[in-house]
């Protein structure tokens, strides 16, 4: 299957603070990339689709504001966690749409703990 | 509003034979269909697939069936392996002439014994 990378891997932050997360694809270009978060014990709940070039398009009750996403490159977006709180703890996954099918290549995922 | 489903949380099967994971949807107009395979902390990964267009689509010891009348689909391991015990999802997609956003259900834990 094709490589996607996510980095930091785990990231523990302060409440208050930002944290960016970046997801790349390394073995083809994705004009479209996701993003997903996971609660223990449930469901991958998308939450916003990162289109390069253009804006995202986010899920319904996912803020855009504290959730910025850049997909500024073919193979790199971007999430970042905009004045992070306890409550955004969780895990956060991405994935690449490989281009002319219907497949997404998930990344490992970023664990991210506010404190 | 649940759209995939995967009304069985956990599954016990013993090695060698076959593991059956069931998946239901709502939405008639999910038209593709995934399964993925997950462990914990790690990202899921992408086993096999099905169009509508198909009933059956065998990958290895991976077959996926798809009953568009009852909006079921199973994905069939056979025979199991002690290494096939994770988190698996289901997931649906429909047509947008793009990459599409993918629907998760919850999720069945196989857990595979010796």
């Known amino acids: 299957g094709a490589v996607v990378s996510q980095h930091p891997s785990w990231v523990i932050c302060k409440s208050g603070t930002s944290v960016k997360i970046e997801c790349r694809s390394l073995?083809?270009?994705?004009?479209?990339m996701f993003w997903y978060r996971q609660f223990p014990k449930q469901s991958l709940m998308l939450m916003a689709t990162?289109?390069?070039?253009?804006?995202?398009?986010?899920e319904q009750g996912v803020e855009k504001d504290k959730f910025l996403i850049n997909h500024a490159s073919l193979t790199l977006s971007t999430l970042t966690v905009t004045s992070a709180h306890p409550e955004d703890s969780s895990f956060y996954i991405c994935?690449?749409?490989?281009?002319?099918?219907?497949?997404?290549?998930f990344g490992p995922g970023t664990r991210l703990t506010v404190l | 509003d649940q759209q995939v489903k995967q009304n069985s949380p956990s599954l016990s099967v013993q090695e060698g034979r076959i593991s059956i994971l069931n998946c239901d949807y709502t939405?008639?107009?999910?038209?593709?269909f995934l399964w993925y395979k997950k462990y914990p902390a790690e990202g899921p990964t992408f086993l096999i697939s099905?169009?509508?267009?198909?009933d059956k689509n065998e990958d290895g010891r991976f077959t996926v069936f798809l009953n568009k009348s009852a909006k079921h689909l199973s994905l069939h391991i056979v025979p199991s392996q002690p290494g096939d015990s994770a988190v698996y999802f289901c997931?649906?997609?429909?047509?947008?002439?793009?990459?599409?956003?993918?629907?998760f259900g919850t999720g069945t834990r196989l857990q595979v014994t010796l």
């Open positions: 994935s690449a749409g490989r281009p002319g099918t219907r497949w997404q290549f």
């Open positions: 073995d083809f270009q994705a004009t479209t």
């Open positions: 990162s289109n390069e070039g253009s804006k995202a398009t986010y």
């Open positions: 939405n008639s107009m999910f038209d593709y």
């Open positions: 099905i169009s509508s267009i198909k």
């Open positions: 997931a649906a997609s429909r047509n947008t002439g793009t990459a599409s956003k993918l629907t």
